[in-house]
């Protein structure tokens, strides 16, 4: 048993991984199509001529590529990164959500177990916090840039 690499049509990624686990073969375990791998999709299953069988009906889906992958190369893919993640206190940023959306600010806090930021809005008259979801802003200018 392995995790091996299915070469793709490029943004047909995820539609391969959804094709190959219906296919419901005892054999084949899980399909995992990240974002961050363009033209790849890795699968987990017994052995690579099962794969080799049900590709051969799937659209989209190239080859093997030889050999196969540990665990331990694929961890990453498993777990999300938080959308906190590369902002640092001090940065200007944008709001892209909610009602101050499209405002300037500077990040005041970062709170990566809520994955929050609260910021201090640039145009407002008296400062005021507010606190809003990592993915709701965007970073314009970092002072570690």
């Given at each position: 048993m392995g995790i091996f690499a299915v070469?793709?049509?490029?943004?047909?990624?995820?539609?391969?991984?959804?094709?190959?686990?219906?296919?419901?073969?005892?054999?084949?375990?899980?399909?995992?199509?990240?974002?961050?791998?363009?033209?790849?999709?890795?699968?987990?299953?017994?052995?690579?001529?099962?794969?080799?069988?049900?590709?051969e009906d799937i659209p989209h889906a190239r080859s093997i590529v030889p050999g196969k992958s540990d665990i331990s190369e694929v961890e990453h893919f498993l777990s999300p990164k938080p959308d906190v993640e590369g902002i640092a206190e001090g940065d200007i940023v944008e709001l892209i959500a909610g009602p101050f959306k499209g405002e300037k600010a500077q990040v005041q806090r970062i709170d990566e177990g809520k994955d929050q930021v609260t910021v201090e809005l640039y145009e407002a008259t008296v400062p005021i916090p507010v606190t809003v979801r990592g993915d709701q802003i965007r970073v314009l200018d970092s002072d570690e840039r």
């Open positions: 070469k793709t049509t490029a943004s047909q990624e995820r539609t391969v991984a959804d094709m190959i686990i219906n296919r419901e073969e005892s054999e084949i375990h899980a399909a995992l199509a990240p974002d961050s791998l363009t033209s790849y999709v890795m699968v987990e299953a017994d052995g690579d001529a099962v794969l080799e069988r049900v590709l």
